[in-house]
């Protein structure tokens, strides 16, 4: 979706990016609203903005609809006028369908990529003008599941170095990484479902927590033989906290909460609907039916076509059976007696944002299979999960340590007070599993510490309260509890511990691959 809004889903024939009448509608009412608040401040009207790009890497969208391209040209115009320069920006693969007259071709790469073949490129769409790499990549995304990426302080510095030498503009992707707080992560699809990390750190040079690091420093003593730089010191990183080992306690499992995570009551449908489909753009969807007939033997359940996405929490009874993960894992083996209550937690791990994705639906696609029946009759329950833990829990008993230690979707939390003025710090779980956690009904963000390679979240200072105040933190978590439901702060993230390498392909006994190079393009 690459930023795009999900509910124009809801059209569910849409053909986005291309000249669709649906979705011309909806760019042309967005940029009537947001163009002219930019107007003012144009370069030639005395503002700050020198140039604004149109789409993005639109070449490697799989549509290469020129009339499309030519409307957005156009209604850039329309509402900002003749003067104000328009460019576009695609990878080398991507530029025959991303470029356009009237349009100035930048290029984008990487300290990796030969950079004397990259330029020739552009110039072949752009025979005049200033050579221009749109997004240098100083780092990279991470991905569930995989290493933690980095790029060597060397080659992205004497990268930019020869492109100042050629006299090229740069602008540098990402300067700062930040952080994908909530639901707002994005996702590839490079063979298979890549959803990215909590954290977009990026071995940026300006850290997620917004600290100089040696890169920068590096990058800077560049710039400075070419230009001016601005003098005095750079900022002192922000203040960092350590906190705990604090506990948790068990709130209860998320079933129990149904009546307040979906207080107008479930959908009644006889297959499953989408989440587009019942306008629900985030997060997570329970799906309930009940067992026609006893089932005494291990039956296999499994959805058709792939039809999980992007994360199923599959329960008998409110017992956890175990999970279905799209392109990875695609079927359990459930029993039950006739009547039995089979509810399917599905997640939404992130909406595809890059290359020739298609509309990316979220929740059951297909009606799920049990044996040889076809599973009908579904009640949905959209949940409003972040409005629980922000004005539910804060009125729930004190919590008590549960006599067992519980599997499958459950909430706990504790609180705790910062004495001092406190920080910025990291939130690690060890032990857990994957889920949700949420710093006074704060949404931080996904945690999935079993997979990595991310296991600590960044909080802002700004989210704590100091002085002695107490603080509330949340979790949500999806799978298993560790035996010592304990968290911790930390002083500094730790990014780069993917606890097993090869786990995605591990998880299911009916896909067997290996990991293949990922093509690399921005987000």
């Keep these: ?18 000249s669709d009448p649906a979705f011309l509608a909806a760019v042309d009412s967005w940029f009537k609203v947001l163009l002219p608040k930019i107007y003012p401040w144009l370069y ?4 700050n903005i020198i140039s604004i790009q149109v789409e993005n890497e639109y070449g490697s969208y799989s549509a290469c609809d020129f009339s499309y391209l030519r409307h957005l040209a156009g209604l850039f ?92 503009s740069v602008n540098m992707y990402m300067f700062h990484g930040g952080t994908n707080f909530g639901y707002w992560n994005g996702a590839d699809e ?27 420093l590096a990058l800077r003593n560049v710039i400075s033989q070419f230009q001016e730089i601005p003098l005095g010191p750079l900022p002192p990183p922000s203040p960092k906290m350590m906190l705990g080992p604090l506990t948790l306690y068990l709130d209860g499992y998320l079933l129990d909460f149904l009546h307040l995570l979906c207080p107008q009551g479930p959908i009644h449908s006889i297959s499953p609907m989408t989440f587009e489909a019942v306008k629900q753009d985030l997060g997570f969807m329970l799906y309930r039916t009940y067992l026609s007939h006893t089932v005494f033997e291990p039956t296999q359940f499994w959805v058709p076509n792939n039809g999980v996405h992007d994360r199923a929490y599959v329960m008998v009874d409110g017992v956890f059976q175990g999970v279905l993960e799209r392109n990875t894992k695609h079927k359990l083996f459930l029993t039950g007696k006739i009547g039995a209550k089979l509810d399917v937690l599905l997640e939404n791990m992130g909406r595809l944002s890059f290359g020739s994705n298609h509309s990316d639906f979220k929740g059951l696609l297909e009606s799920p299979v049990l044996g040889q029946t076809i599973l009908t009759q579904w009640l949905m329950f959209p949940l409003k999960i972040d409005k629980l833990v922000k004005w539910w829990f804060p009125l729930q008993l004190p919590k008590s340590l549960h006599p067992q230690t519980p599997s ?9 007070p910062i004495l001092d003025s406190g920080g ?20 931080l963000g996904r945690y999935w510490t079993k997979r990595g390679p991310q296991q600590t979240l960044y909080v802002p200072r700004p989210l704590l309260f ?14 298993n509890v560790p035996p010592q439901p304990q968290i911790q702060f930390l002083d500094s993230p730790i990014l780069n511990s993917t606890l097993h390498k090869t786990y995605i392909y591990s998880l299911s006994d009916d896909i067997q691959s290996a990991p293949e190079p990922m093509e690399l393009s921005g987000h």
């Design 1 to 18: 979706m690459g930023g795009l809004p999900a509910w124009l889903l809801r059209k569910p024939n849409i053909h986005l990016r291309t």
């Design 44 to 47: 030639h009207n005395g503002g």
């Design 77 to 168: 115009r329309a509402l900002l006028g003749e003067k104000i320069l328009l460019f576009t920006t695609d990878g080398p693969e991507g530029l025959r369908c991303g470029s356009l007259k009237g349009l100035y071709t930048t290029v984008d790469f990487g300290p990796a990529e030969n950079m004397t073949q990259m330029f020739a490129l552009q110039r072949v769409y752009e025979p005049h003008g200033p050579l221009v790499n749109s997004e240098y990549y100083t780092g990279w995304l991470d991905y569930w599941g995989q290493n933690h990426s980095t790029r060597s302080v060397r080659a992205v510095t004497e990268g930019l170095e020869n492109m100042l030498e050629l006299g090229a």
């Design 190 to 216: 490079k063979g298979r479902f890549l959803p990215i990390t909590t954290s977009y750190d990026y071995d940026a040079p300006i850290s997620e927590a917004g600290d100089a690091t040696p890169k920068l």
């Design 408 to 416: 499958g979707p459950t909430f706990y939390s504790t609180t705790f």
């Design 424 to 443: 910025d710090t990291f939130l690690f779980l060890p032990g857990w599993t994957k889920g949700q956690v949420w710093i006074n009904g704060f949404n």
């Design 466 to 479: 100091p002085g002695g105040a107490l603080n509330k933190i949340t979790l949500l978590e999806l799978e």
